[in-house]
């Protein structure tokens, strides 16, 4: 065997990094639909910005507290497996010994070959309980602090993706000539954010980057189109 | 041991709960509090209703498609992981079987307790491969179809959540008579909402759905303020 240590080189995304992808994808795309949208159907940037910035408050809260509640419900359901596996462990020993047996029946062990483990998990409730929950019920233990830091990182990324395609909007007088500057700006945008996002995914950069542009573009679209349709 | 076997009860939210979960939140939310904002801002119903049902479009299409893209990585992600797990292996064996080691190590095993694993595995490379993905790097495999039903669950919620708030806008003629509406629509809407998503991710109804109003309602007095602010 060598002697020196084999690094898991596997790369895995932090939640940082969804979080700001969940809130930038977003973020770039429905306030540029909604203002692209909406320029179809109104000339007046006034409102349009005044929409924008409703839609970039609503949608980054919105967003952000989703974020919260679910890092929330997942450290609750979490404490709450926990608690029925740390009494089934107690109550139902046997039960919960065969299920050990069963997580590796799955990959193709023999009874005698687990029987080392379950009796060394028997011995040691705590981590066998801890065994149970990642192996037998596939739930990580939650990071402490990640509802907060969860909600923050996505109604930021949000609101930062969302000022690109509006700030047209504010600075010029009509709405047809920002939105030919806020297509191009945005689309701009979602390159550079599809490019660095799989950089940090590991998907193809070149690929990510023309399919987030896609994604927002078709979203946009849609949005216009309907916008078209009803406000004549 | 029983004769009767023991039925595992722990609960977990099925994978279109949660995109359904994910959708009607932001759908209940944000076109509500679009509208909302509106209203403190322009008195013309078309233009709200327009800008509401643009927003609908933009965010339920943007939301589906990052969802797809978002199951569509996962699948890619663990596709690449499984390959790569496969070389090690393949080519450095001794590495990986320390590292079956490694993982019941946290568990409080010793190494001669989990050498009869660690041989087994090795006998059976391809099972050796899935108990490495599942157990060192936590990937589950991914259910093959998920992207494009995630894709349609979340729009679908999306649209159906937002179209709640919209309606009174739709049917009314001024914009502040179709806001107390809205209002009142929207939160009994939220309310039974977070109560089912309570009854079915295992958090009490009644804090959930008491939750879950109190974030629409937070999402929308922000935008209403924000609109009312700028729009005058």
Known sequence: ?????????????????????????????VPFALAAGLTGAIQAT????????????????AMGLGGYMAAKSDAEHYAKEREREKKEVAEIPHEEMLEVAEVFQQYGLTESET??????????????IDFMMRFELGLEK????????????????????????????????????ALLVSVALTLIALLIFGFVKGRF???RPIRSALQTALIGSVAAGAAFAIARLIGG
């Open 1 to 29: 065997m060598p002697q020196t240590p084999h690094i898991e080189r596997h790369f895995t995304a932090s939640e940082v990094v969804r979080d700001i992808v969940i809130g930038m994808a977003d973020g770039l795309t």
């Open 46 to 61: 006034g409102i349009i910005v005044t929409a924008g910035l409703a839609e970039i408050a609503a949608g980054s809260i």
């Open 115 to 128: 029987w080392p483990i379950v009796q060394a998990l028997k011995r040691q409730p705590k981590n066998w």
């Open 142 to 177: 939650p990071e402490p602090q990640r509802a907060i830091k969860s909600a923050i990182t996505i109604a930021g990324a949000y609101t930062a993706g969302g000022l690109i395609p509006l700030s047209p909007y504010i600075v010029l007088p009509t709405a047809s000539a």
């Open 201 to 203: 995914t590991g998907t």
